[in-house]
């Protein structure tokens, strides 16, 4: 093997000392069938799928996701909807009693319009739950503070929006996500905005350690097939992190040799 | 009159002072996997729910995993 490759040979994700089959977390909502969504999860080669945590539907038992995916998957639930440290907390501490896992997807959600995080509350109910012992992945804000601090508290990783969850905006602010990604002691997930594959792979070329994306997959056209987009997307963008980028020039640069040009 | 129960925002005669009675109760099985239960705030682990927990007036959430992203 060329020498260049050789140390990628071990590349994997590693979170709170767990070594990770990929490097693409996928959500589970909002798929047109949920045979659709077990294609779609499969095509991504994701081995951590994000779950909400709901009351149950008292009118019949239906299938749960946990008999769906439960044998094949790391399950990542999450706090989604909640507005206050309190419901985050309980939605956290009854989602590991559920599904069996201490990890958390921590979101806090300050405004119902954008989605955006309270950052205020998402650093105290981070705080409670890592003296709880969970091991908590926030959803956050493109802040470099905000991450800085969260790590400080104690999470495994702190996942940055690129843009509004479900918004397919792509990374709004790809200069901030590749600072956040050069100074954070713990890995960058990448998680809400992502569109399109492109997008996907741009997270990886700033740096980020992954990439957490579920409507992108969810509402296209061909779900499946843009789940195994993503896929490429995300080791193509992690490969070429590790090649290392050719820096931009506002001037042409030939590639071909300058010398033994003929007529001259 | 009956002891009342406040299960996931509605009110429920008390069915028992145990959580796997509340359960049954609902028509749900307390051996399905992926369901959980809080009481009053604080999550009740599978293994109290033979314990007799509830009085009534008690606000209970119900919960099991479900696609989210």
């Keep these: ?264 | 009159m009956t002891p009342m129960i406040r299960i996931n925002g509605e009110d429920h005669p008390l069915a028992g002072e145990r959580v796997v009675d509340l359960l049954q109760a609902l028509g749900i099985d307390p051996a399905r996997r992926g369901v959980a239960v809080a009481i009053n705030g604080t999550v009740a682990p599978r293994a109290a729910w033979t314990d007799a927990l509830l009085r009534g007036g008690e606000v209970v959430e119900i919960v099991r995993p479900l696609q989210g992203g």
């Design chain 1, 1 to 264: 093997m060329p020498q260049d490759l050789a140390a990628t040979d071990d590349d994997a994700l590693t979170i709170a000392g767990q070594r990770l089959g990929s490097r693409l977390l996928i959500g589970t909502a909002g798929y047109p069938n949920q045979q659709i969504m077990l294609d779609a999860v499969a095509a991504s080669g994701a081995e951590i799928v994000t779950a909400a945590i709901r009351r149950i539907d008292m009118t019949g038992a239906s299938e749960t996701l946990l008999d769906l995916l439960g044998n094949r998957y790391r399950f990542l639930p999450n706090t989604a909807g909640c507005a206050t440290v309190k419901d985050a907390v309980l939605t956290a501490q009854l989602g590991r009693e559920a599904l069996g896992t201490g990890w958390v997807k921590l979101e806090l959600i300050g405004d119902r319009e954008t989605l955006y995080p309270d950052v205020e509350q998402l650093l105290q109910a981070a705080a409670a739950l890592v003296a709880d012992g969970f091991t908590v992945l926030p959803y956050c804000n493109d802040d470099p503070v905000t991450c800085r601090k969260l790590a400080d508290l104690g999470c495994a990783a702190v996942m940055p929006l690129g843009s509004f969850i479900g918004s397919g905006g792509g990374i709004r602010n790809p200069a901030t996500i590749e600072l956040i990604c050069a100074r954070s002691p713990v890995p960058v997930i990448l998680d809400a905005g992502i569109g399109t594959a492109s997008d996907a792979a741009l997270a990886m070329e700033l740096g980020c350690a992954g990439v957490l994306l579920n409507s992108a997959v969810a509402k296209a056209h061909a779900p499946v097939r843009m789940a195994a987009a993503m896929r490429q997307a995300v080791a193509a963008g992690r490969a070429a992190r590790l090649a290392g980028r050719i820096p931009k020039r506002d001037h042409g640069e030939p590639s071909s040799p300058q010398l033994g040009l003929i007529g001259a």
